[in-house]
């Protein structure tokens, strides 16, 4: 079977780089590599000199075809050359001999309004991300728009489509509730993390190099969204401002993603005013290998999102092995699920209760480990052994005495799940533990 697929979910300037094009890429990348039997045709109007093939070992199935359309793809917007668009298209249909064409991004702005009679005896697919700007028409819609008037035309070109392709059950839901499309006619593939994003160890002098460059000096949350306000930025900076001083104190906020010097200036102000003034940073666009470390280093992900089709910094952080604070709506609560720290996005002071909870929950994890380093591996002790230890062995009662001054820090500053868990842990290796009006008390049982 010979499959063919356009380039604006890869190449178009509101995809590429962003989290629609790699995905888009990703996908059609994998694809090819694991499928042997069929073919994919790559239909490029955008970049002359962008190959897939130089991103795969084997690209003996893949077959590349570049046309001009014009400086910005100009031909492309103008209905009066559509006639030349559609022999353009349809050349590529019969000359490759395609069975199954695929749209990447149909409600990219720099989407083609491909027609139905272009395709005749070929199965047209299509996949939808989001349909947001239709849901808020009033954010992203001025009243008379032609992006508007585009939008509902590429909404007319879905309807004669096979079959579409969802990556979350909410996307679903949504096109069926706001635009009236039939379930039977929506699959939900759900969406995927590429596998460049894993947990890797991190050279010193690789964490020096990231934290200089981009000023982070303490441990930090990262957030990879966007100027849009749709990503909540501005809630998540007054979130953070509105943190216990001792935490703005440990940890910083580090915002990734490409920023005018504008959006820049104006978050710089509202975390001034937020509490929150040089507990903020910006690093504007970083590389995907970047991107891979300040994951891999990142304390936590805040992605509390107002609306989102799937919400990929959340699996991404995953599996990076970074916990995760993100939104009770949309699909993130399909993604995010038990897995993460939900919050209302609309409400700051339920993010700001997430934020505390989220770093409460990631340092009792981190204790975790602390303890069983220090007791199992360390001092060598078994649960089933610990009972015949020798409690009067200096090392051993110096680190019991230690645990017991982190449970009395940890008491003093109520927190009351890390006392508990210190506790029972050592109750669980045998040792009893009693409060007195003197102090603590331990032996073993």
Not at 48 to 54: C, G, Q, W
Not at 215 to 242: E, H, P, V, W
């Amino acid at each position: 079977m010979n499959i063919g697929f356009d380039s604006v979910g890869i190449l178009g300037p509101a995809s590429k780089n962003r989290g629609i094009g790699n995905y888009t890429k990703s996908q059609f990348l994998k694809m090819a590599e694991i499928d042997k039997e069929n073919r994919y045709f790559f239909l490029n109007t955008y970049e002359a000199d962008f190959s897939l093939s130089e991103f795969m070992e084997d690209a003996s199935n893949l077959h590349e075809e570049f046309y001009f359309f014009g400086k910005g793809n100009f031909l492309l917007h103008d209905r009066i050359n559509y006639e030349l668009v559609g022999k353009v298209v349809k050349r590529f249909l019969k000359d490759n001999q395609i069975d199954v064409f695929y749209m990447t991004s149909p409600f990219d702005e720099n989407m083609t309004l491909y027609r139905k009679e272009w395709f005749e005896g070929v199965t047209v697919v299509a996949t939808v991300y989001d349909i947001i700007p239709y849901m808020r028409k009033d954010q992203y819609f001025p009243r008379f728009s032609r992006a508007k008037q585009y939008y509902e035309m590429r909404i007319d070109m879905l309807k004669w489509v096979d079959q579409i392709l969802v990556i979350s059950e909410s996307v679903k839901q949504d096109m069926i509730k706001y635009m009236n499309f039939a379930p039977e006619k929506i699959d939900v593939i759900w969406g995927a993390v590429d596998e460049r994003f894993k947990e890797i160890p991190v050279a010193d002098e690789t964490e020096k190099e990231i934290r200089e460059k981009f000023g982070i000096t303490d441990s930090f949350i990262i957030c990879t969204g966007g100027a849009d306000g749709r990503k909540n930025l501005d809630g998540l900076i007054r979130a953070f401002g509105a943190m216990p001083k001792e935490l703005k104190e440990q940890y910083q906020l580090v915002i990734v993603c490409k920023l005018s010097q504008e959006a820049v200036d104006g978050f710089m102000k509202l975390a001034k005013e937020s509490d929150a003034d040089g507990r903020v940073i910006c690093t504007n666009f970083v590389t995907d290998e970047e991107l891979l470390i300040l994951y891999n280093l990142a304390h936590l992900t805040a992605f509390p999102s107002k609306y989102e089709g799937f919400g990929l910094p959340v699996v991404e952080s995953w599996a990076c092995g970074t916990p995760v604070l993100t939104s009770n709506n949309s699909s993130l609560v399909e993604v995010g699920g038990d897995g993460a720290v939900l919050v209302n996005p609309n409400d700051v002071s339920d993010i700001t209760r997430g934020l505390v909870q989220a770093l409460s929950e990631t340092d009792l994890e981190e204790l975790k480990e602390i303890f069983q380093t220090f007791m199992f591996d360390i001092l060598g002790l078994k649960v089933e052994n610990s009972t015949t230890g020798n409690a009067s062995n200096e090392a051993y009662e110096k680190a019991v005495d230690l645990l017991l001054d982190v449970r009395q820090e940890a008491k003093n500053h109520k927190d009351w799940q890390t006392a508990d868990f210190i506790r029972n842990k050592l109750s669980e290796i045998g040792f009893e533990i009693k409060d007195t009006k003197e102090g603590v008390e331990w032996k073993l049982k």
